[in-house]
């Protein structure tokens, strides 16, 4: 999903972009997908698990499989879904990274629910999650309710932590 559609120079996307991700989004995405810090070495098991989960992901997200095969641009699908966006992105990667230390053999199988997933900005579970009143947010609170629902879509249990932050919702 990233070859090709990574903006290496810009910290931001611009709705009219033909780029998917800037290179910072993705390098973030990684980190929390294999829970490492920015300065760690990444083994050899640790990039190709990362090259997998993404590549799988390509796979189950029906409108980046649509991108891979060009049949849509990611221009034309930031104004109306959540998962070209770079709050989204980091939170499936740190939903990954609990997908795989809990399922370390079947993770892949795993993901599937994500395939059914309403991705769509007019899906009103975003809201207050990955969007605040409509817009896309980057606030740290924003990415880690986006990564409770995804985990809760993949039927994995919240921290007390991600627990409490979901009470946010409530009020």
Same mark, same amino acid.
């Given at each position: 999903?990233?070859?090709?559609?990574?903006?290496?120079?810009?910290?931001?996307?611009?709705?009219?972009?033909?780029? #998917?991700?800037?290179?910072?989004?993705?390098?973030?995405?990684?980190?929390?997908?294999?829970?490492?810090?920015?300065?760690?070495?990444?083994?050899?098991?640790?990039?190709?698990?990362?090259?997998?989960f993404?590549?799988?992901?390509?796979?189950?997200?029906?409108?980046?499989?649509?991108?891979?095969?060009?049949?849509?641009? &990611?221009?034309?699908?930031? &104004?109306?879904?959540?998962?070209?966006?770079?709050?989204?992105?980091?939170?499936i990667?740190?939903?990954?990274?609990?997908?795989?230390?809990?399922? &370390?053999?079947?993770?892949?199988?795993?993901?599937?629910?994500?395939?059914?997933?309403?991705?769509?900005?007019?899906?009103?579970?975003?809201?207050?999650?990955?969007?605040?009143?409509?817009?896309?947010?980057?606030?740290?609170l924003?990415?880690?309710?986006?990564?409770? #629902?995804?985990? #809760?879509?993949?039927?994995? &249990?919240?921290?007390?932590?991600?627990?409490?932050?979901?009470?946010?919702?409530?009020?």
């Amino acid at each position: 999903i990233f070859q090709g559609r990574v903006d290496y120079a810009r910290t931001t996307i611009s709705n009219r972009a033909l780029a #998917m991700f800037t290179m910072n989004a993705v390098f973030q995405a990684t980190q929390a997908l294999l829970d490492v810090s920015e300065q760690a070495e990444i083994s050899d098991e640790q990039a190709e698990f990362a090259l997998r989960f993404w590549t799988v992901l390509g796979e189950i997200i029906p409108e980046w499989r649509q991108v891979i095969a060009g049949e849509t641009s &990611p221009a034309a699908l930031r &104004p109306h879904f959540v998962h070209v966006h770079s709050v989204t992105l980091l939170a499936i990667g740190r939903a990954g990274a609990a997908l795989r230390s809990a399922y &370390p053999n079947d993770w892949q199988t795993r993901l599937q629910p994500w395939r059914a997933l309403d991705w769509s900005r007019q899906n009103q579970a975003w809201e207050g999650r990955a969007m605040l009143q409509g817009r896309m947010s980057k606030q740290h609170l924003s990415i880690q309710l986006t990564t409770n #629902m995804l985990k #809760m879509v993949l039927g994995l &249990p919240l921290t007390d932590k991600e627990k409490e932050q979901e009470k946010v919702l409530d009020r």
